[in-house]
């Protein structure tokens, strides 16, 4: 039975590799511009003078047409489509399969779970089998001790029941204590709000910050599509703020304050800064330094500092260490008065890699409690995050301590994941260093690489011809050849007139070859054909 559960099992993890997504354009010019997409429905589609027709692209909110997602965007879309063919008939493609390095997801390309953290889900998904006599034979003690402990705290001890809209307050109890243990200041579980996964957490801070256009929002350059997406779908205006390539993608206070001041002389008042550390799609991890020097900012100005810190278990270099703002900030001597403060963390990155289970929480501080009574009428709106989710977040924050008959099994599974990502980071990032015309900042931390490509002037014009970015234009002829999905850099934001991909660094160590084969063969090919 357990043969059949196990191959069953497979089947499944293979075919959750192919999401659903639809196209999108990529472009910062896009998503920092006013303007609508350009774009016409299909000749499938009934046409906007068609009275039966209840939407058409003119008729739907505008703020939709404007919000775009490029990591799954249409690059994705067509390998998609090759994989369908390849399926259909193998040997149909130069490739026999697709090697999806677009988005984070690590359990879709074979990261395994942690075993710890699978047995108490089950457990508390199913406590039933908790006094059975086989349970302590397949389930380690402090899985079954911590399942009980989480059923005790659930109203009904029932999974499936809503809790409390800012999630049950025996796991918020468990994260505050670990967000203690990691900082070395307090944490107080009223100030953290559970949900699913760090995403609905940015939406539903863009909801309180912005009420106009004339409201904006500091965001890095290159950014995750989510702030870009989240900002255009609530009404607000991007403040770009660039990271340096040149110094590692630095954060530069001096920029910020220039961007500040240009969004002034447009009207736009910045209400917030979002940093992402460790980096996403950059891959640095900020110095303590920095750190500070962003808070005195926020501080100084008066503004809200939205750290997005779900890759705070990814760093891969020993000189490099991560730390929250919360720390850096209570360090420097500044309390809940002084500094207005969300911190967004996630199970779906780290060393789990729990991406469907949506889990994760913000931790909110420095707010007075008129505002926090309307956050939770917002998360109220939504009744709850899933209780899966929940239990994992409290999980990741308390994992198995020493003593604990897990405890070695699970440092295992976690330094095995962590070393493993920062060995496959090294080779990738050697291996764009060696292209012709490619550089590649190196790799502190998250699960990506951002490497620059300087692109032949035939090349660009190539891509001018069929109206699609530089960038855009590469990664779909590499698609093409090679089967590798990269993202385009322009999906991100970019300097203008410097090109971009992004690339994870999560295809398990076995594919790191042929990607690497794959890709040197095809580049040397494509810039031969495009030399100037």
């Known amino acids: 039975m357990r043969k059949f559960v196990t191959e069953r099992a497979k089947q499944l993890l293979s075919l959750s590799r192919q999401y659903q997504h639809r196209p999108l354009s990529a472009s910062l010019s896009r998503f920092l511009s006013s303007d609508p997409i350009s774009s016409s429905p299909s000749s499938s589609m009934a046409s906007p003078s068609d009275s039966s027709t209840p939407l058409t692209l003119q008729t739907i909110n505008p703020k939709v047409l404007k919000c775009e997602y490029a990591v799954r965007g249409e690059i994705v879309t067509l390998a998609q ?62 899985s079954i001790e911590r399942a009980w402990q989480i059923l005790g705290q659930i109203p009904g001890r029932a999974t499936g029941a809503y809790s409390h809209s800012q999630g ?14 990691r900082d070395g200041f307090p944490a107080d579980p009223n100030d953290i709000f559970l ?5 609905p957490a940015v939406h539903m801070m863009m909801q309180l910050l912005i009420t106009s256009e004339k409201d904006g929002i500091l965001c890095p350059i290159p950014q995750y599509p989510l702030y870009s997406a989240s900002i255009a779908l609530h009404g607000g205006s991007l403040v770009p703020y660039y990271l340096d390539e040149a110094t590692n993608w630095g954060l530069e206070v001096s920029d910020l304050k220039k961007q500040l001041e240009d969004a002034k002389s447009k009207g736009i008042t ?11 799609p950059t891959g640095q991890v900020l110095a303590e330094d920095n750190q500070r020097e962003i808070v005195e900012f926020c501080k100084q100005e008066g503004i809200v500092l939205l750290a997005d810190e779900v890759y705070q278990e990814n760093v891969y270099v020993p000189e490099k ?12 001597g500044y309390g809940e008065k002084d500094l207005s403060l969300v911190s967004f963390q996630s199970v779906s990155k780290g060393y789990y890699g729990e991406c469907g289970k949506r889990g994760g929480y913000m931790e909110v501080t420095g707010f007075g409690a008129d505002i926090r009574e309307q956050i939770y009428k917002v998360a109220s709106v939504n009744l709850c995050s899933n209780i899966s989710g929940q239990i994992l977040a409290s999980l990741v924050m308390s994992p198995p301590k020493a003593g604990d008959e897990s405890f070695e099994s699970y440092l295992e599974e976690r330094d095995g994941i962590l070393s493993s990502l920062a060995r496959r980071a090294k080779t990738l990032e ?24 300087r692109l032949p002037e035939n090349a660009i014009k190539a891509s001018e011809a069929v109206k699609t970015a530089p960038d855009a234009f590469y990664c779909r002829r ?25 690339c994870t660094i999560l295809p398990q160590e076995d594919k790191i070859p042929a990607i690497v084969t794959r890709l040197t063969d095809f580049h040397k090919s494509f810039m031969e054909e495009y030399r100037d």
């Open 81 to 142: 489509k090759l994989q369908e063919e390849l399926q259909a008939k193998p040997g149909s493609h130069p490739f026999n399969e697709i090697l999806y390095c677009n988005i984070g997801n690590p359990q879709s390309l074979g990261q395994q779970p942690i075993t710890f953290f699978r047995e108490v889900l089950a457990l508390c998904d199913h406590p039933s089998i908790l006094d059975k006599s086989e349970t302590q034979g397949l389930f380690s003690a402090d």
């Open 168 to 181: 049950i307050k025996g796991l918020r109890d468990t994260i505050a204590a670990g967000i203690e243990a």
């Open 195 to 199: 949900t699913d996964g760090a995403s």
């Open 270 to 280: 910045a209400r917030a800064l979002v940093v992402i550390n460790p980096g996403n």
């Open 321 to 332: 260490k991560f730390h929250s703002f919360k720390k850096i900030s209570r360090s420097m």
């Open 430 to 453: 050697e291996a764009f260093n060696s292209l012709e015309g490619v550089t590649c900042n190196k790799a502190e931390g998250a699960m990506y690489l951002f490497p620059r490509v």
């Open 478 to 502: 590499l698609l093409n050849a090679t089967g590798i999905v990269f993202v385009p850099g322009s999906g991100f934001g970019q300097v203008s007139g410097t090109w971009h991909f992004r």
